[in-house]
């Protein structure tokens, strides 16, 4: 009896044991697959092949050139933003036209633009932190809920943007 129950269990290791087998050539195939042709025809001059001027035999795998990653010191504003870019240096506003009459009071939906327009221009909203205690990085520095930033409070901190208000006017600020 007990020859007829190793067997099957003997099956199921040999065949669990060739599957790993084959798994393991997969993995080193694709680990140390040649370059092709043309990689390992063009070399970089900065990175010589193994043993090349040394007198040894070159390696078997050719040498991978270097990559260099220059990461941008501070992230820009978003350029597809039109509402920022008009305040851009390189956005000259026409000279207003005079016409001897004089100019009305500004309208309250004008002054609600011009405070959006102001906090779009003087918080830039970098990293938010949710949790118990959200917080966000605004102009390099950590707010809090309630605290107020360049006279604009901060009202509510979401993933991607935060609430902030002035004169009974909110502003959503987005990274």
């Not at 067997?7 to 092709?36: D, E, F, H």
Request: proline letters at 10%; one cysteine or more; aromatic letters at 2%.
């Amino acid at each position: 009896m007990s020859t007829t129950r190793a067997r099957p269990k003997q099956r199921q290791m040999i065949i669990l044991g060739s599957l790993v087998v084959v798994m393991l050539g997969l993995m080193i195939r694709v680990l140390y697959k040649p370059a092709p042709p043309q990689a390992q025809a063009s070399q970089s001059p900065a990175m010589p092949a193994s043993g090349a001027g040394t007198g040894s035999p070159p390696a078997a795998r050719p040498a991978l050139p270097r990559v260099v990653v220059n990461w941008a010191a501070e992230a820009s504003r978003d350029p597809f933003d039109l509402t920022k870019a008009l305040g851009s240096p390189g956005c000259v506003p026409a000279p207003p036209v005079h016409t001897g009459e004089a100019t009305p009071a500004p309208t309250r939906q004008q002054q609600d633009q011009d405070l959006r327009k102001a906090a779009l221009d003087q918080l830039q909203v970098q990293a938010t932190l949710l949790g118990n205690r959200p917080q966000a990085l605004i102009n390099g520095q950590t707010w809090q809920i309630g605290q107020v930033i360049q006279g604009f409070t901060l009202r509510a901190i979401h993933s991607r943007s935060v609430v902030v208000e002035k004169d009974g006017i909110q502003i959503t600020i987005n990274m």
